[in-house]
């Protein structure tokens, strides 16, 4: 006999189950909508602009940076 898609998907999803995990549903934005793309660049260049003025993180990313010298090898 042949297993269909549905009991397959059923029996994946009893393992999960027995391995303590459980579903859950999230939503995220649709990056298909009209103007998705235009909010994306208008949060971007909000935050680099207040990255711009942040001097004090920029100090901080600058010298967190300068101590991974060595990390890939």
Known sequence: M???VAD???KHRASL????LRPIQIWV???RAAGF?????RQS???AE???QDKETL???????????????
């Open 8 to 10: 397959r998907v059923n």
């Open 17 to 20: 189950r027995a391995a303590g």
């Open 59 to 73: 100090d901080l990313l600058d010298e967190a940076l300068s101590d991974v010298d060595g990390w890939d090898s």
């Open 50 to 52: 207040h990255d711009r």
């Open 37 to 41: 793309m235009e909010e994306c660049r």
């Open 45 to 47: 260049r909000l935050a």
């Open 29 to 31: 934005p649709d990056t």
């Open 2 to 4: 042949r297993t269909t």
